[in-house]
């Protein structure tokens, strides 16, 4: 459901463009086996991209006060976890959202989390490492900046089906000023997909599920 490359990946050419690290017409998909049953049609099964991909590109900014956050919610369910819905998520079955996303070079971070697992994506093994924004040391554990993600060279991937569970972003403005400004921008890989049972699992990219993220 979600993939970092390491920066060192962006210096291997002068930029990485989203374009080049998308999956194509032909690429294959699989889905690990820990996808629950109301995701049947994709649980460990093998796809294959059967067109060509579109690409939709959505830029998003919002200007908060120095050392506030918002929360965005990246699927289509509302929630009063969070105000702002964008909606990212597929609309039926069959289909996969590859979503790159890069960070403009402001003065913030951006920590990322799974509300039905309770969990945030990066931390650590022990219960209370995990970020905690009113916690002046924990709220950068696991954080991600344009330096791991840039906007013009993302390497953050996000992997979306319809109705999974809903990843948030949680966009933290560094203190100093009285506010400022967070942008991301969005690259949407748009596949539709179709059963390649004979595809070869070992040049596969394989979709794990959140709780193969968050469980140990």
């Known amino acids: 459901m979600i993939t ?3 920066p060192a990946f962006a210096r291997v050419s002068v930029e990485a463009r989203p374009q080049d690290l998308f999956l ?11 996808w629950p049953a109301e995701h049947a ?3 460990g099964k093998m796809f294959s991209v059967s067109q060509e991909p579109v690409i939709v590109t ?13 929360d965005v919610n990246l699927a289509t369910v509302p929630t009063a976890f969070t105000t702002t819905v964008l909606n990212l998520y597929p609309a039926k079955q069959g289909v996969l959202y590859q979503a790159a996303v890069g960070l403009k070079n402001y003065d913030f971070f951006m920590q990322i989390g799974i509300p039905a ?3 945030y994506v ?3 093994g022990a219960s209370y490492m995990y970020p905690i924004i009113t916690d002046a040391n924990l709220k950068y554990l696991g954080q991600k900046t344009y330096k791991d993600s840039p906007d013009t060279a993302p390497l953050l991937f996000f992997y ?13 403005a560094l203190e100093g000023k009285d506010f400022e400004k967070i942008s991301v921008v969005f690259y949407i890989n748009k596949c539709q997909l179709e059963l390649a049972p004979m595809a070869n699992p070992q040049q596969a990219l394989l979709v794990p599920y959140y709780s193969e993220l968050t469980e140990y």
Not at 24 to 34: A, L, R, Y
Not at 58 to 70: E, K, L, N, T
């Open 4 to 6: 970092n490359l390491a």
């Open 24 to 34: 194509k017409k032909g690429s294959w998909v699989q889905f690990s086996k820990q």
């Open 41 to 43: 049609w994709a649980s």
């Open 58 to 70: 959505f830029p998003m900014s919002w200007i908060i006060p120095g050392g506030d956050y918002v």
């Open 117 to 119: 697992a309770q969990q």
């Open 122 to 124: 990066y931390k650590l």
């Open 160 to 172: 979306f089906i319809n109705n999974q569970p809903f990843f948030f972003l949680r966009l933290y």
